[in-house]
């Protein structure tokens, strides 16, 4: 579990909302489910599937961090107040803007780690409500997504929610699959 940006301890609704709905989704494939902070969680996620929601933005979840340097080479997510990029997530020279409550993103990924034997599934969205639509997305688009990717062991989606003070997070679609300038080590 992330942190809210201001409020170490505390969480966004949306944050909360996407947790609860990856906990309903692991639990509904038999999987344990158990959650642990952000700030707690060192080390490999082993034998067990880790969902990783919530910015690096300002220490919100300093795994999705780690896990972005570590594994995700092509992503940068710029800080907030970055004249012309703050929130924006760039992959591969593709900048996705953040145009609060109007339009925001989320980075999907699906990778396994060094050391471990089952991935994680990171999202990292601009905002709490993108972290939430990105959850919400998968979970009710996964069939025809899957259909859709090369492989689905290894992944990296942007996810795009469009029209948010109509739809909220339902406004939730595939913008770009991203996985190869993603993966690819950055000189």
């Known amino acids: 579990m992330n942190n809210k940006w201001d409020t170490p301890g505390a969480a966004q609704h949306g944050d909360v909302q996407a947790v609860l709905k990856a906990a309903i989704l692991a639990a509904e494939q038999g999987c344990e489910v158990t959650m642990r902070s952000s700030d707690d969680f060192r080390g490999s996620n082993g034998t067990s599937v880790e969902f990783c929601i919530g910015s690096p933005e300002n220490g919100s979840n300093v795994r999705t961090g780690g896990h972005l340097r570590h594994n995700l080479p092509g992503v940068t997510v710029h800080p907030f107040g970055t004249p012309g990029l703050s929130m924006a997530i ?24 060094p050391g471990a034997r089952r991935p994680v599934v990171l999202v990292s969205g601009q905002t709490s409500l993108a972290n939430h639509a990105a959850v919400h997305y998968l979970m009710t688009s996964w069939q025809d997504l899957a259909a859709r990717l090369v492989v689905t062991e290894r992944f990296c989606l942007v996810i795009r929610v469009d029209s948010i003070r109509t739809y909220g997070f339902h406004g939730a679609t595939l913008a770009r699959d991203v996985t190869a300038a993603a993966f690819r080590v950055v000189p």
């Open 90 to 113: 760039e992959v591969g020279g593709e900048v996705f803007g953040w145009d609060r409550g109007e339009q925001e993103h989320a980075l999907v990924a699906k990778f396994i780690p």
